[in-house]
Structure formats: C-alpha cells, structure tokens
C-alpha cells in the first residue's frame, strides 16, 4: 500500500540533485512510500496519487538520525559518578569496570528492558538506525550475549571486547588481547558486524597502538569491519591507525595533530564526533571546523552509554555541535544523518531519495534549523495513529524488529 505524505513545508533529502546544497532541500514538497521505501519525491504540486495520504501542514521533514556509536547494553547506574565528575573528578576510563559488574550480574530480560528502553527514546527523538557495541561483558560468554541482545534491534552490531582490560586481567594485557582476538573474536563474529577498539594510551584501563591493530586485523580476518575509539583523552595513534587500516569510522577526535587531518582528509574514514561526551564530562570539544574545513566527512552520534554522556538525543548532538563546535546547522543535521550513514557504510539510510528507506522524522517546526535553535524541545512529532503512516513505515519504524 502507498502512501502519500503531503504538506512537507521544507524537506531535507541529503541528494544534491533533489534540491540547493548539501541537505538537497525541497520546500513545498512530498514524498510517497510504499514497502517501508521511498518511491517518488518532488514538489506536492506534481506529486502522483496514492493509496492514503498524510498532509504534514507545512512542518519539516528529514532522514531519520543515523546514531551510528552508542552503548547500550548495561546494567547499573552512574549518576554518582557524573555528580562527582562534576564537582572536578577528571574521567580516565575506570568507571566502566563498575558497569562491567553491574551488567556481568544481570540476567537477559534485565539487559533486554533496559536496552529496549533506551531505543524507544531514540526512536522519539527521531533516530530510526542505531549501531549498539558490546564491552561491558569483557568474557567470553559475556561479550556474546550482549551482542545477541543488541542483534534484536539491529543489525549495526559492534564487537567492543577490547573496551577496558577487566580488572582479572590487570597488569596481564597481552593475554587479555590473545583473548580477545581468539575465542571471543570467534564467540562473538556471528553476532557482529563490526569490531571496535579502545585506542587510548593516555587511559590506563584502554589499549595502545600495537594492541588496538592486532585486535582490528584479526576483527577483520574474522570478516568484520573496522571501527575505532580515538584520540578521546589526548593524542595517540588511534586516528592514523584507523585510516591506514581502512575503518569505517574514527570516533571522538578529540585530540588531533596535523598528520590526523592529513591522514583523514586523504582516507576514506569518517570522523564521528560525539560532543555529548564532552558536554556530559566538561571537556573541551573536537576541532569540527578544523576537520570541516579540511574536507574529512564528519558524522554525529550520541555515544549514549552510562559513564561518560548517558544521553539518547540526536537533537542534542545537532544542537552542541552548532552550539558548541561551531558547526551550522545545515552541517550538523547531515552530520547527524547522511554522516552518520557514511560511518555505517549504509547508502538506504540517511537520506530521502527514490529507493532509500522510508525512514522519516517529522518535526513540529517549519526548518530544520530549529533543532539548534530550540534546543532541548521535543520536535520530533508522532503522527497520531489515525494517520495509518505507522504501518507504511513512515516514522521511526525501520530500526529492525
Ligand atoms: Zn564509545
């Protein structure tokens, strides 16, 4: 059945060809859907005719957000350590063996709830694809299970067995990695698209260069592609380590030198930058403009986790990046969507074009430019039920099951 979704008053397509700059925006325009996929796109005017139809009455329409790094299967709660950090305990790293425990002693359905409940707030922000990491489990059995779980909501699974060396393995690194590349690797793999590092030698719970390769080649021996955690806490050879191995994504790029721009600018690797992180630990911010301005393709995710930015909100995102990083607006939403799709290597996601996935947020504003300029207001809209759009897949409805 089709749908034709009518009204939009300014519709972000992130397809040049569609329309003026990066974002592609058609105003005055409309969209049908049929099968959960986009089929036509124009001016309302020359829009053809359809099974039902929707009219947005002049509100905003963009893809769906792309968080494409978050946490989120855990148990536990640390909001005792946010208030302390707040009160000037500097983060290295350390917390995350507290939810190591918490989440080693909780059963599947606890683990599920709490992550199914996460989802339905990304959902009601407007995020309809979410990658999910492990790396609470730091076991064998562990990391598998938390992969399993997170596998019910999507498909962008990510293998993080390398996040912390757990506190068993103190002082024993090297068996830890032999560990993780070889029977968890293998525990894992089926369950994973992804493998991810911790790529920090400035923590002293995280993994240096030499670690963070073996466990991306042997990650990608087993079939998986590549991302990365670094230069989060200080410089270090995460970014350079990502491009030259040909990672999907570098995340956090806190602290850059020259040759990581260089080496960014050049590669193929996308810098996915995550400012709630240092809005939620009152760190100084990534360099976006530097990176902008060099030609990297940025990206924008919530890295939603309980430590260090226990925040579900791509609208956020949007808004401290423009806010606090310097990014316009019109940057920030694609970052927020069509870069987010880049880090994820997925081309149906991300951007409203004939064939994409029908994946729609619908704002209660004329512009997306209200994300950052109002923030901290729910504009994501919920079409209400009688509209029938749910069952096309028009909102928020492609995150898998
Ligand atoms: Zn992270």
């Not at 968890?184 to 920090?200: G, I, K, S």
């Not at 994409?356 to 619908?362: E, G, H, I, K, W």
Request: a negative charge; charged letters at 20%; proline letters at 6%.
């Amino acid at each position: 059945m089709s749908t034709l979704v009518t009204g939009i008053g300014e519709l972000v397509t992130n397809d040049p060809a569609l329309g003026p700059g990066p974002l592609g925006i058609v105003t005055g325009a409309a969209l049908v859907v049929d099968g959960g996929r986009v089929v036509w796109v124009g001016p309302a005017a020359a829009a053809p005719a359809a099974d039902d139809r929707v009219d947005l009455d002049g509100r905003a329409v963009l893809p769906g957000f792309v968080d494409s790094h978050t946490h989120l299967v855990f148990a536990g709660d640390r909001s005792a350590e946010f208030e302390a950090r707040m009160s000037g305990v500097p983060y290295d790293g350390g917390g995350i063996t507290s939810t190591v425990a918490a989440t080693r002693a909780a059963d599947d359905d606890l683990l599920r709830s709490r992550l199914r409940a996460v989802v339905a707030e990304m959902r009601a922000q407007g995020t309809t694809t979410v990658e999910v990491k492990s790396g609470y489990g730091l076991s064998v059995a562990e990391e598998a299970r938390a992969l399993r779980i997170a596998r019910e909501v999507t498909g962008e699974t990510t293998f993080l067995g390398a996040h912390v060396v757990p506190p068993e393995f103190a002082g024993r690194v090297e068996e830890y990695v032999a560990l993780v590349t070889g029977p968890m690797l293998a525990a894992c793999a089926p369950f994973a698209r992804w493998v991810d590092v911790f790529c920090e030698p400035a923590s002293p719970h995280a993994f240096d260069g030499e670690a963070s390769r073996a466990v991306l080649e042997a990650g990608r021996a087993a079939g998986l592609g590549l991302r990365v955690h670094g230069n989060q806490l200080g410089p270090g050879p995460g970014v350079r380590l990502a491009v030259e191995l040909g990672a999907a994504s570098v995340d956090h790029c806190t602290y850059l030198a020259d040759a990581d721009v260089d080496a960014l600018a050049a590669g193929a690797t996308v810098a996915t930058l995550l400012p709630g992180v240092e809005f939620s630990t009152r760190s100084p911010y990534p360099d976006a403009r530097r990176l902008l301005d060099a030609g990297v393709t940025v990206a924008l995710a919530t890295d939603c986790n309980p430590g260090t930015c226990f925040s579900s909100s791509m609208p956020l995102c949007v808004a401290l990046a423009v806010r606090e990083m310097r990014m316009t607006p019109a940057e920030a939403v694609w970052a927020a969507t069509a870069g987010g799709a880049a880090a994820l290597h997925r081309e149906d996601v991300g951007q409203l074009r004939v064939g994409a996935r029908a994946d729609l947020s619908v704002l209660d504003a004329p512009s997306y430019r209200h994300l950052a300029y109002r923030p901290g207001v729910p504009l994501v809209r919920s079409l209400p039920p009688g509209d029938r759009s749910s069952a096309s897949g028009v909102i928020g409805l492609t995150l898998e099951r």
